[in-house]
């Protein structure tokens, strides 16, 4: 059974919190703000937020800067996970994904049906790895942000959850750039 070892260190990874939404502002960004005090009150750090229109173009272009700053360690985004012609976080996500967490986007789904029922077969919410970082996609409801930090990432984005986290994996993300090393 997953538990917390309190004889491990908690470290504090940093975190970039995206709004996807064409129209969603800093003054009623609602996922957006539930997001990032929940960050917060596990200890972690926002290292970046911003709000983007549904715009593959544009939303790749900051998840690439996130990516690259050796600063963040994470990018969640919120919202454009639907099936709307407007809905397009997923795509954006594909362009820049070095590898897929498939079993992330099965867990939300898993978890969120036991709210929400055959609906949550909308959701196209989507994790992965890009450049070192971890990526993860939510939909933009503030439930759904609740669901996913609270029942997943914020176990898994501690290093004393066991039998094993995604932090502790941090620092072998990018091996295959060093073979040799290996």
Known sequence: MARIDESR?????NIAVLTVSDTRT??????GDTLAERIVRAGHHVAARAIETDDTAAIEVLLRRW???PAIDVVITTGGTGITGRDVTPEAFDHVLEKRIEGFGE???MLSYQKIGTSTMQSRAIGGVAGGTYLFAL???TGAVKDGWDDILVFQLDNRHRPCNLVELMPRLQEHLNPAEN
């Not at 800093?26 to 996922?31: G, I, K, L, R």
């Open 9 to 13: 260190p908690f470290i504090p990874v």
């Open 26 to 31: 800093a003054a009623n960004d609602t996922s």
């Open 67 to 69: 990516i690259a700053d």
């Open 107 to 109: 867990l939300f789904r």
């Open 139 to 141: 939909p933009g409801s």
